[in-house]
C-alpha cells in the first residue's frame, strides 16, 4: 500500500528534500497535495512530474495561470488558492501524512487542521509549535494526529527517546535526565563580536553545514533558531527548560542527544542533511533509503562540543526567558519574524534583530493563549510593536 503524501510548502528547501525522498521511494509513497506560495513556476513542474490530486497557490490569479498551463499539457489537477485551501487540503481525506514545511506563522492553522485531522504529522515549521504549544498539542491528541518532529534536533531526539514521551512511560525529570540540543553555531560563531553591526543577509545565509531557506538561515546565525527548537523540544517532549540544554558542536554530526538516569547518553549521528530525517518519519518505524553518503567516521575523525555563547547570541537567551513566561513565545516569535524580514530587506541590521525581539518582549504583551484566535491576536499585535520599532532602527 502507498502512502497518501500532502507536503506544504513543496517550493521550499524541506519540500525539496521531501520530493527527493518520495522520488527515490516510489513504490512506498504517492503525492495527493502540494502547496506553494508564490513559485507557481516550480509547482507547474512538479505538478507534470509528481501529479498531485490537488494544489494550492496563495491567489485566483495564480490558480487561473496555473490552470491554463496544466490544462495545456494535459495535466488534471484540481487547483485551489488560498488559507482556507490550504486547510481543507491538509485535513483531506486523501493523504494519510502531512509535511509541514511551510516558513513561519503563516503554517500554523494548516498544520494544526492537519493535527485536528488525525494525520500523521511531519513537523518542519517549528514557528506553529513555539506559537501554540500547549494548544497544538492538545489538537494533535484529541484529533488522534501522530506527530513525528522533522527538524533534524527533534527527530534525533526522538530517536534516542524509549519512546515518545508524554505519551510513555519514562519522562523527561524521571528517568530521562536531559535533552542535549546540538547547535552548530551558524556562520558567525567566531566572528569578532564587533563586526556583527556590518552583517549582510548574504553572509548571514551563508550556513557552514546546512542548505535552508533564508529565514531559517538568519535564525541560525542569530541562534535564534536554537532558541525556537528549545521551546519546540520543551512542547514535544515535555520536558521542563532546565533539562534542555545546548551544546555548540560546529560539524553537525551529532544531531541531538538523551542522558538518562544510569549515566547512558544516546546520540543520533549521520551527515548533515534533510532527507534522513524526513525519511525516518515518512517510513516510521520502518527504514528506507534516503539517497544520502553513510556517516565515514575516520574521515570526519573529531567531533568538537562546547558551551553556547549567551553574550554573543542574545537571542538564545531571548527564547529561554520567554519560555519562562507564558505566552511569550508566540510574542517572541512574532517579532523575530518581522525583525527577520527587515534584516533580509536590509532595512535593520543584523544585530537589531536581538534589539527589536527583546524590547517587544519587555513590552509586556504576553498573556497565556487560551484559544487559536487568542494566539492570532497576540501574534498580530507584536507584529504590530516590532514594525514600529523596525521604522523606528531604520531611520
Ligand atoms: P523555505 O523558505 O525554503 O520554504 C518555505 C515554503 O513555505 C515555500 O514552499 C513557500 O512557498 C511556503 N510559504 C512561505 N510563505 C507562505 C505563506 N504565507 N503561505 C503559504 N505558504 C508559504 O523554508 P524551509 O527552509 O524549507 O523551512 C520551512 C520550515 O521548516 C521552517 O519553519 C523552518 O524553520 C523549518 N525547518 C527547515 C529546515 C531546513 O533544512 N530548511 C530544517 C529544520 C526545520
Ligand atoms: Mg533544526
Known amino acids: 500500500m502507498t502512502r497518501g503524501i500532502t507536503l506544504l510548502g513543496a517550493t521550499g528547501s524541506v519540500g525539496a528534500s521531501t520530493l527527493e525522498v518520495v522520488r527515490a521511494n516510489p513504490e512506498r509513497f504517492r503525492i495527493h497535495g502540494l502547496t506553494a506560495h508564490t513559485q507557481v513556476e516550480k509547482l507547474f513542474e512538479l505538478c507534470w512530474e509528481f501529479r498531485p490530486d490537488v494544489v494550492v497557490v496563495a491567489t485566483a490569479e495564480d490558480a487561473k495561470g496555473l490552470f491554463d498551463r496544466l490544462r495545456d499539457a494535459g495535466v488534471f489537477t484540481q487547483i485551489e488558492y488560498g488559507a482556507h485551501a490550504l486547510e481543507e487540503t491538509a485535513a483531506s481525506r486523501g493523504a494519510d501524512v502531512v509535511v509541514a514545511a511551510i516558513v513561519g506563522a503563516a503554517g500554523l492553522a494548516p498544520t494544526l487542521a492537519a493535527a485536528r485531522a488525525g494525520k ?3 513537523l518542519a515549521n517549528k514557528e506553529a509549535l513555539v506559537m501554540s504549544g500547549r494548544l497544538f498539542m492538545q489538537a494533535a491528541r484529541e484529533g488522534g494526529a501522530e506527530l513525528l ?20 512511560k519514562l ?74 540544554e545546548v551544546v555548540v558542536h560546529p560539524q553537525s554530526i551529532v544531531h541531538s542527544l538523551v542522558s538518562y538516569a544510569d549515566g547512558s547518553v544516546l546520540a543520533q549521528l549521520g551527515n548533515p542533511d534533510m532527507r534522513t530525517p524526513i525519511a525516518h518519519a515518512l517510513a516510521y518505524p520502518e527504514r528506507i533509503g ?62 537589531g534583530i536581538a534589539r527589536i525581539v527583546s524590547a517587544v518582549l519587555d513590552a509586556g504583551l504576553a498573556v497565556q493563549p487560551d484559544s487559536l484566535e487568542h494566539v492570532l491576536q497576540l501574534d498580530k499585535t507584536a507584529r504590530a510593536a516590532a514594525q514600529i520599532l523596525v521604522a523606528a532602527e531604520a531611520r
Open 290 to 351: 534516503a539517497g544520502v553518503r553513510q556517516l565515514n567516521l575516520t574521515v570526519i575523525a573529531r567531533l568538537d562540543f562546547e558551551p553556547p555563547d549567551f553574550k554573543r547570541f542574545p537571542c538564545l537567551k531571548l527564547a529561554y526567558d520567554a519560555l519562562a513566561q507564558g505566552g511569550a513565545a508566540a510574542v517572541l516569535n512574532a517579532a523575530n519574524e518581522i525583525a527577520v524580514e527587515a534584516f533580509l530587506q536590509g532595512r535593520i541590521r543584523f544585530t
Open 149 to 168: 518532529p522533522i527538524d533534524s534536533e527533534h527527530n534525533a531526539i526522538f530517536q534516542c527517546m524509549p519512546r515518545i514521551v508524554g505519551h510513555g
Open 120 to 122: 500523521r504529522v511531519l
Open 171 to 244: 519522562r523527561v525529570g524521571e528517568g530521562v535526565e536531559r535533552i542535549l540540543l546540538t547547535a552548530s553555531g551558524g556562520p558567525f560563531r567566531q566572528r569578532d563580536p564587533a563586526t556583527l553591526d556590518s552583517v549582510t543577509p548574504a553572509e548571514a545565509c551563508a550556513h557552514p553545514n546546512w542548505s535552508m531557506g533564508r529565514k531559517i538561515s538568519v535564525d541560525s546565525a542569530t541562534m535564534m533558531n536554537k532558541g525556537l527548537e528549545v521551546i519546540e523540544a520543551h512542547w514535544l517532549f515535555d520536558a521542563p527548560a532546565e533539562r534542555i
